[in-house]
């Protein structure tokens, strides 16, 4: 697994619960280190043992933990560039929505060995969709269910997320589109501020 995944979990950790509970769920979870290296590749079966971690020691279960990250890194300021990004995808969630195909394209822009798991999304009428995530970790699904939540608000579009369970590396979440224009979305430069 990339460490940039790794160390986003790390980062989610730290930001809401403090450094001490990183270094509780790091050691719950048998690593052998303090902090992941965002730029090195871990053994697969490490992210799924700090899940459980995590979800043990919050009294949370592990679906929910990972939609707790997907908010995260949709929408703390601390990891911006991650937004950035994903407006880059349109003007609007539908936009948005339809650009989600090309994500892991766009990530490798950035990162050109970074592998983001695939998503691709299937109309199956006006305004509702099947955003099918497929990953090698259980529960990617719920990732997406938290960017997507936060990023409907970004641009101020009513939307309905079910996940609709998965199996074998394959998950999917029904999109329902109420209202494009519910809210004032928030601001977004195209261009990236200095300092």
């Known amino acids: ?24 769920a790091a050691a719950r979870a048998g690593l052998d280190f303090s902090e992941f290296e965002a730029m090195l590749t871990y053994d697969d079966a490490l992210t799924p ?17 990972m939609e707790d990250i997907g908010t995260y890194l949709a929408s703390h300021p601390r990891v911006e560039a991650v937004r ?11 936009d948005f929505l339809h650009s989600l ?20 999304l299937r109309e ?26 936060v990023m409907a608000d970004d641009y101020g579009a009513l939307a309905l997320l079910e996940h609709r369970g998965g199996a074998q ?5 029904a999109v329902t589109l109420v209202e494009s224009s519910y809210s004032t979305g928030r601001a977004f430069d195209l261009g990236a501020r200095a300092g």
């Not at 950035?84 to 539908?94: K, P």
């Not at 590396?169 to 979440?173: K, L, M, S």
Request: glycine content about 10%; some cysteine.
């Open 1 to 24: 697994m990339h460490g940039l995944i790794n160390r986003s979990i790390q980062s989610y950790v730290c930001d809401n619960h403090g450094t001490a509970f990183w270094s509780e």
């Open 49 to 65: 043992r700090l899940l459980d971690a995590l979800a043990a020691l919050l009294g949370r279960q592990r679906a929910e933990v």
């Open 84 to 94: 950035r990004l994903l407006r880059f995808g349109g003007v609007t969630f539908e």
């Open 101 to 120: 195909d090309d994500l892991p394209d766009r990530a490798r822009l950035a990162v050109p060995d970074f592998d983001l798991p695939a998503v691709e």
């Open 124 to 149: 199956q009428a006006p305004g509702h969709y099947s955003l099918i995530c497929s990953a090698p970790v259980a529960g990617y699904g719920h990732v997406m269910m938290g960017v997507l939540r």
């Open 169 to 173: 590396g394959v998950e999917t979440i």
